[in-house]
Structure formats: structure tokens, C-alpha cells
């Protein structure tokens, strides 16, 4: 589409009651303004009010910048997979993030304005 500038995008793969996390990117000029955030938060409160019970993914271990988002958005180290990506040989953490079920909120822990425009999605 001409004249549309993505900004972010979020890729997910939904099986019963558990969501992966396929990818999450953000234009490089868009970065630490809140967009990675706000599309994780919002997926997660979508997807939590659909029913599911844990999220999971799989990061770099050197994308620091992905890892710190995703520990503030309640992710925790589960496990690693050894030589995991083909290009360096680099191990991927897994990372997941289980709901408490009935809480009806995903235990997300930052909200800010920006999310307001995407709360009803
Ligand atoms: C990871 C990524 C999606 C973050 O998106 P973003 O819009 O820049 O992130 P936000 O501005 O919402 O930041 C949210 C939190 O992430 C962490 N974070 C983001 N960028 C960071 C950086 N460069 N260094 C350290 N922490 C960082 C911080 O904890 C930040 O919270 P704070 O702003 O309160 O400190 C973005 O850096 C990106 O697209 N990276 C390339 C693709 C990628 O690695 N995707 C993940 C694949 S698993």
C-alpha cells in the first residue's frame, strides 16, 4: 500500500488455550516510544480475554532490548534452545508468561495513553 509507513507489527499463532509469540518488530525510527509495548500489552489483553492461560516465545539471548520488554511485561525464562538460530548458532531462551485463570486480566503491568486507543480492540 503506497503512502502507509508500518511502524510495528506483531506476529502470533493461537492453540487452545496458549498463544505464541511468533515476532514483534518495530521500524528502527520508531524505537523507545512505547509502540513495542503497547502492541504486546494489547495483544496479551486480547488474548487473555479470549481465554488463554500462557504465552510463550522464543528471543535471542543477546536481544537485550526484546528481553527487557519482555520481562516487564511478566515473561520469565522457562528454557533455552542450544544453536536454535541456523545464521550464528545462537542459543534462544524461552520465555513464558502464565495468567492467573479467572483474574480476567492478563497481569499486565504497565499501561500507558497511547494504550487507551486499543483497550476495545
Ligand atoms: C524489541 C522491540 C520490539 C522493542 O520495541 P520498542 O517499541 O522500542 O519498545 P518500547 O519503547 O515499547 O520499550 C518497552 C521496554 O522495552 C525495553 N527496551 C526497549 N528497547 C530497549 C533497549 N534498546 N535497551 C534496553 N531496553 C529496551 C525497556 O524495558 C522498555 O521499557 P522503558 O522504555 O520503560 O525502559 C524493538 O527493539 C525491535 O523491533 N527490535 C528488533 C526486532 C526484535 O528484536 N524483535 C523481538 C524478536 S523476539
Given at each position: 500500500?503506497?503512502?502507509?509507513n508500518?511502524?510495528?507489527?506483531?506476529?502470533v499463532?493461537?492453540?487452545?488455550n496458549e498463544?505464541e509469540?511468533?515476532?514483534?518488530?518495530?521500524?528502527s525510527?520508531?524505537?523507545?516510544?512505547?509502540?513495542g509495548r503497547?502492541?504486546?500489552?494489547t495483544?496479551?489483553r486480547?488474548?487473555?480475554?479470549?481465554?488463554?492461560?500462557?504465552?510463550?516465545l522464543?528471543v535471542?539471548?543477546?536481544?537485550h532490548?526484546?528481553?527487557?520488554?519482555?520481562?516487564?511485561?511478566?515473561?520469565?525464562?522457562?528454557?533455552?534452545r542450544?544453536?536454535?538460530?541456523?545464521?550464528?548458532g545462537?542459543?534462544a531462551?524461552?520465555?513464558?508468561?502464565?495468567f492467573?485463570?479467572?483474574?480476567?486480566?492478563?497481569?499486565i503491568?504497565?499501561?500507558?495513553?497511547?494504550?487507551?486507543?486499543l483497550?476495545?480492540v
Open positions: 500500500m503506497r503512502g502507509v508500518l511502524i510495528a507489527y506483531i506476529s499463532y493461537h492453540t487452545a498463544l509469540i511468533l515476532n514483534l518488530g518495530v521500524a525510527e520508531e524505537r523507545r516510544r512505547g509502540f503497547c502492541l504486546l500489552e495483544t496479551l486480547v488474548e487473555r480475554k479470549m481465554g488463554i492461560e500462557k504465552a510463550q522464543e535471542r539471548e543477546s536481544n532490548a526484546a528481553i527487557c520488554l519482555y520481562q516487564s511485561c511478566g515473561f520469565s525464562k522457562v528454557g533455552i542450544a544453536h536454535y538460530y541456523s545464521d550464528f545462537e542459543d531462551l524461552i520465555y513464558a508468561c502464565h492467573c485463570s479467572g483474574s480476567g486480566s492478563p497481569g503491568i504497565h499501561a500507558k495513553n497511547y494504550c487507551c486507543k483497550e476495545n
